[in-house]
């Protein structure tokens, strides 16, 4: 349990602001694939989701992006 309400005291106000302000993007505009898009074309990200190419690149299966996409909503 103390584990967990460590992990608390690493969220600044800027970054709740930052998951607020996402949030409502998602619920009045529907910015949701716009912005989740973007950072599924993140290196970092592809490197830990995605799945090696034969030329040493990463992908993101069709399955695991729309599994992603559809579980946000």
Do not use: H, Y
Request: glycine fraction near 10%.
């Amino acid at each position: 349990m103390v584990g967990e309400n460590s992990r608390w005291r690493d969220a600044t106000p800027f970054l709740v602001f930052c998951a607020f302000c996402f949030a409502w993007g998602d619920v009045l505009f529907g910015i949701d694939t716009g912005s989740f898009g973007s950072i599924q074309a993140l290196p970092s990200f592809l490197a830990d989701f995605g799945v090696q190419q034969p030329d040493g690149s990463f992908k993101l299966p069709t399955q695991r992006t729309s599994i992603m996409n559809s579980s946000m909503l």
